[in-house]
Structures are given as structure tokens and as C-alpha cells.
């Protein structure tokens, strides 16, 4: 039953930006993904600190 919620989520999800883009410019939409990119890299370093234990690199 949650995981129908989560799939519903994300179709609007996904439409909302699929209108978002229509009305952007190639350039807009570029820089778009580049913003958001950025923002999934930061999160998913984030997470690999916390599963680390703060390790880096070589270190892990």
C-alpha cells in the first residue's frame, strides 16, 4: 500500500517538472540539472560520511 503512495509521489513528481523544463530554455535547463546534481552529489557525500564513519578515500 506505501510503496503505491511512493509511486503516485513520484509520477506527479515527475510531471511537475517535466512542466517546469518545457518553459525553461536549453541553457535554463542545463543549468537546472547542474543545480540539482549538485545537490544529490552533497546528499549522497552526506550519507557515505554517516555509513563510513567519517572515512575518505583511501580509508575506507
Known amino acids: 500500500m506505501r510503496s503505491f503512495k511512493v509511486l503516485d509521489w513520484l509520477r506527479e513528481t515527475r510531471d511537475q ?3 517546469e523544463l518545457e518553459e ?4 535554463e535547463q542545463l543549468s537546472y540539472f547542474e543545480e540539482k546534481s ?7 557525500d552526506k550519507n557515505l560520511l554517516k555509513k563510513t564513519g567519517g572515512k575518505r578515500g583511501k580509508d575506507i
Open 17 to 19: 517538472i517535466s512542466e
Open 24 to 27: 525553461l530554455s536549453d541553457e
Open 38 to 44: 549538485g545537490l544529490f552529489q552533497k546528499q549522497y
